[in-house]
T-cell receptor
Framework: GAGVSQSPRYKVAKRGQDVALRCDPI?????LFWYQQALGQGPEFLTY????????KSGLPSDRFFAERPEGSVSTLKIQRTQQEDSAVYLC?????????????FGPGTRLTVT | RKEVEQDPGPFNVPEGATVAFNCTYS??????FFWYRQDCRKEPKLLMS???SGNEDGRFTAQLNRASQYISLLIRDSKLSDSATYLC?????????????FGSGTRLSIRP
């Protein structure tokens, strides 16, 4: 079946531009996570949705980062006024349940380069 | 101290060798532990969950040591295809929820 998809796969933005990254989770998955992964590092947690509710946004690095999942399926991560330090791979993951024991299925990521 | 720490490696071992690496975690209340595998420029994929009693899946064995707060991954009879980065994942309880924390990964390279 279809896995988690993300678009675009690659994005180059000029410093100061706004970007929007999309995540389509596996159908029926309740939980959705966004991570930021810098080169040579593990994924760093950004935010977590349970259905349409954003239950944890403690990992968002600044108020320039905003995420939504209005209908409990597709999610968008928006970064306003991008900075060079925002350059990273942004990974989306979904899981069937709400507990931390559920396997997370990752999308291929969006590689953001801010010039 | 980081919440989840791993030796970054790289571990460079010959095909057929046995290799093991550990991951330490700081929160004694953590309950869920996993090993994920990430190939270069690909997304992480679950390799195995780690259960209290330890568990084995083919050539892979995972162990949990709660007293010393670490988990381990042992790979026997390593194959070239095992070359990847292995990410340790731990849940960190807080308030009424918990957060999933990834380690920085251990790079493994298997040589012919």
């Amino acid at each position: 079946g279809a896995g988690v998809s993300q678009s675009p796969r690659y994005k180059v933005a000029k410093r100061g531009q706004d970007v929007a990254l999309r995540c389509d989770p596996i159908s029926g998955h309740v939980s959705l996570f966004w991570y930021q992964q810098a080169l040579g590092q593990g994924p760093e947690f950004l935010t977590y949705f349970q259905n349409e509710a954003q239950l944890d946004k403690s990992g968002l690095p600044s108020d320039r980062f905003f995420a939504e999942r209005p209908e409990g399926s597709v999610s968008t991560l928006k970064i306003q006024r991008t900075q060079q330090e925002d350059s990273a791979v942004y990974l989306c993951a979904s899981s069937l349940g709400t507990g931390s024991s559920y396997e997370q299925y990752f999308g291929p990521g969006t590689r953001l380069t801010v010039t | 101290r980081k919440e989840v720490e791993q030796d970054p490696g790289p571990f460079n071992v010959p095909e057929g060798a046995t290799v093991a690496f550990n991951c330490t975690y700081s929160n004694s209340a953590s309950q869920s532990f996993f090993w994920y595998r990430q190939d270069c420029r690909k997304e992480p994929k679950l390799l195995m969950s780690v259960y209290s009693s330890g568990n084995e899946d083919g050539r892979f064995t995972a162990q949990l040591n709660r007293a010393s707060q670490y988990i381990s991954l042992l790979i026997r009879d390593s194959k070239l295809s095992d070359s990847a980065t292995y990410l340790c994942v731990v849940n960190i309880p807080y308030s009424s929820a918990s957060k999933i924390i990834f380690g920085s990964g251990t790079r493994l390279s298997i040589r012919p």
